[in-house]
C-alpha cells in the first residue's frame, strides 16, 4: 500500500527572504530537496493552505503543509538474484556489484537487475524510491555500491553525495603509459552527435577526477582514481580524455592496440577482455545513524588482477 506523508512546519523568522524549496528543505530535511521541489509543483506541499511555486520567497511566519504519497516500486518485481553483501544494518547496506549487473530497470533491462535483487532481499524497500538505490554504476563496473534502507538515509546519503563529502575510489588499467598522476578538471555532458555516450565539452557540467599511478607497466598503467562529481561514465571520458582510455572500454576505448613483443597470452587477454577495466574499490561515508565516518573496501575482482597479473610479466620480461 502507497504510504502517506502529512507534516506541517512553521517557516522560522531565519528563514524569511529563502526560497520556498530552500526553506522546506531545512524544515522537512528526511525529504530531499529533489523531492520536496516536485512535491510543490504537484501542490501537495501548500504555503498556508494555497499552492506555490518552488522559488517563491518566504517572509517567515507562513505554515508549510505536506500531504503526500510515496508510491511503492510496484512495477517491478522483486528476483532472488544473489548478492555479495559487504555491510548491513538497520539503515544502509553495502553491496560489492558484480560485473554484468545492470542497476536500475530500464527499457529492454525491466528484470534482472540490482533494484529487482533488493526488492527481493529488504521488501521494505518497496516503499524508499528507486529501491534504495543513491549511486549507480554501470553495467560492467564491478565494486562498492551503498543503498539507503530508508527515506531519512536517502536523504542524507544524496545529500552527502551532492555536498562532495562522500568518498569513493576506484581502481582502473589504461591503455598507454603515464609518467605522473593528476587531476582531470573537465565538464561533461551528452555526446552532440551520439547520444548514447558522454563526452567532454563547455556546456556540460563541471566534473572532476583526481588519479595516481599504482602501477606502471610496458604499455599500460594501473591507476587509482578519486571522483569529486559523480557524472555518467566520468573515469572512463576522463581518462580518454587525457588519452589514456580503460582497457576492455566499448564505447571510449577506441581501436585495440596490442603491445609489440607481447606474449600471445596477453594479446588474446587484451582482445577478449570482456568489460572496462574499472573497479569501485572504497567507499566512505558518514553514516546517517550517527553522524560516524565508516569506509568499506572491495579487493579487485579475478578478471582485473589476472589482467595486471599477465601485464606485470611482459613489462619484467620485456625491460
Known amino acids: 500500500m502507497p504510504q502517506t506523508v502529512e507534516a506541517q512546519q512553521r517557516v522560522p523568522i531565519s528563514l524569511a527572504g529563502s526560497r520556498l524549496d530552500q526553506a522546506a528543505a531545512e524544515l522537512f530535511a528526511d525529504h530531499s530537496r529533489e523531492r520536496l521541489k516536485n512535491w510543490i509543483k504537484e501542490g501537495a506541499l501548500t504555503v498556508d493552505g494555497r499552492p506555490a511555486k518552488p522559488k517563491d520567497k518566504m517572509a517567515g511566519g507562513e505554515w508549510l503543509q505536506l500531504a503526500a504519497i510515496l508510491e511503492e516500486e510496484a512495477r517491478f518485481e522483486p528476483e532472488a538474484i544473489p548478492l555479495d553483501i559487504v555491510h548491513e544494518d538497520g539503515q544502509v547496506l553495502v553491496i560489492d556489484k558484480p560485473a554484468g549487473l545492470v542497476v536500475h530497470p530500464a527499457a529492454g533491462n525491466r528484470d534482472g537487475t540490482l533494484l529487482n535483487a533488493l526488492l527481493h532481499h529488504c521488501p521494505s524497500l518497496a516503499m524508499v524510491p528507486r529501491a534504495g538505490i543513491v549511486h549507480r554504476l554501470d553495467k560492467d563496473t564491478t565494486g562498492l555500491m551503498v543503498v539507503a534502507k530508508t527515506l531519512a538515509a536517502q536523504t542524507a546519503l544524496v545529500e552527502q553525495l551532492q555536498a562532495r563529502t562522500m568518498s569513493r575510489e576506484y581502481d582502473a588499467v589504461c591503455v ?142 620485456m625491460r
Open 176 to 317: 598507454g603509459v603515464m609518467t605522473s598522476g593528476g587531476t582531470v578538471d573537465a565538464p561533461i555532458g551528452r555526446h552532440p552527435k551520439d547520444r548514447k555516450r558522454q563526452a567532454v565539452h563547455a556546456s556540460g557540467k563541471p566534473a572532476v577526477t583526481h588519479y595516481r599511478v599504482v602501477e606502471r607497466f610496458r604499455t599500460h598503467t594501473h591507476v587509482r582514481c578519486r571522483l569529486e562529481t559523480g557524472r555518467t561514465h566520468q573515469i572512463r571520458v576522463h581518462m580518454a580524455h587525457r588519452r589514456f582510455p580503460l582497457v576492455g572500454d566499448p564505447v571510449y576505448g577506441g581501436r585495440l592496440k596490442l603491445p609489440a613483443g607481447a606474449s600471445d597470452e596477453l594479446k588474446d587477454l587484451l582482445r577478449g577482455f570482456p568489460r572496462q577495466a574499472l573497479h569501485a574499490r572504497k567507499l566512505a561515508f558518514r553514516h546517517p545513524a550517527n553522524g560516524e565516518t565508516v569506509e568499506f573496501r572491495a579487493p579487485l575482482p579475478d578478471d582485473l588482477l589476472l589482467l595486471i597479473d599477465y601485464l606485470r610479466n611482459d613489462h619484467e620480461i
